[in-house]
């Protein structure tokens, strides 16, 4: 089965800085994707970031980008000049591509990353 | 188009009691997925939905879980006699096929 582990319970940043979130997964599939969602105090869900396994060119969204190390199975998000509304759970997910595959159509998550920023 | 849409936002209710969640996917959606959140925790997968059928279920989904989604549309969520470890948010998403899920505000069940 594939874990997905953020190791990072809390991150703090200054508005207008840069922060690095971390996230490792197992997987024995060759075929899948990335993601990082955003989930605000009292808030839904959204997409930040998303990434195939296949493409080896790193996944940007204006001040997101991912750092995606498919060897050594790890996927952190930079977030470039902090915003107070950045400031949120932040979860990184796993999803096959494989149909058929154990986990495919689902996301498997990791336990979240609590990222404050500070005026 | 709104978004997904659940219904009730906050439910609290009494052990051994029966709950029902309601969700509401983006209309022209096929897919439809539960989630079950803890506090300060990842979402885990409960099941999903491909149009009617009903194509996965995890391991957490116990005998007393049951969800539907008649015609292909809304989905319930149904917990049989509640218990205090049900206490959770539960979260519905729905995609078009493999695009990205979209997530709904989420159910909040306190058990007392």
């Known amino acids: 089965a594939q874990t997905v582990t953020q190791s990072q319970p809390e991150m703090s940043v200054q508005e207008a800085e840069t922060v690095t979130l971390s996230c490792t997964y197992d997987?024995?599939?060759?075929?899948?994707?990335l993601f990082w969602y955003k989930q605000p105090p009292s808030r839904q869900m959204i997409l930040v970031i998303r990434?195939?396994?296949?493409?080896?060119q790193n996944a940007t969204e204006n001040r997101f980008s991912v750092n995606f190390q498919k060897a050594a199975k790890s996927f952190s998000l930079k977030i470039s000049d902090s915003q107070l509304g950045d400031a949120a759970m932040y979860f990184c997910a796993y999803r096959s591509a494989n149909a058929g595959g154990t986990s495919y159509g689902k996301l498997t998550f990791g336990q979240g990353t609590i990222l404050t920023v500070h005026p | 188009d709104t978004g997904v849409s659940q219904d009730p936002r906050h439910k609290i209710t009494k052990r051994g009691q029966n709950v029902t969640f309601r969700c509401d996917p983006i209309?022209?959606?096929?897919?439809l997925y539960w989630y079950r959140q803890t506090l300060g925790q990842g979402p885990e997968f409960l099941t999903y939905f491909q149009n009617e059928a009903q194509l996965e279920k995890s391991r957490l989904l116990s005998d007393r879980f049951s969800a539907e989604r008649p015609k292909g549309s809304f989905s319930t969520l149904e917990i049989q006699r509640t218990e205090q470890g049900d206490s959770a948010m539960y979260l519905c998403?729905?995609?078009?096929?493999?695009?990205?899920?979209?997530f709904g505000p989420g159910t909040r069940l306190t058990v007392t």
């Open positions: 209309s022209e959606h096929n897919r």
């Open positions: 998403a729905s995609s078009w096929d493999r695009g990205e899920q979209y």
């Open positions: 997987t024995s599939e060759s075929d899948y994707y």
């Open positions: 990434q195939e396994a296949y493409k080896q």
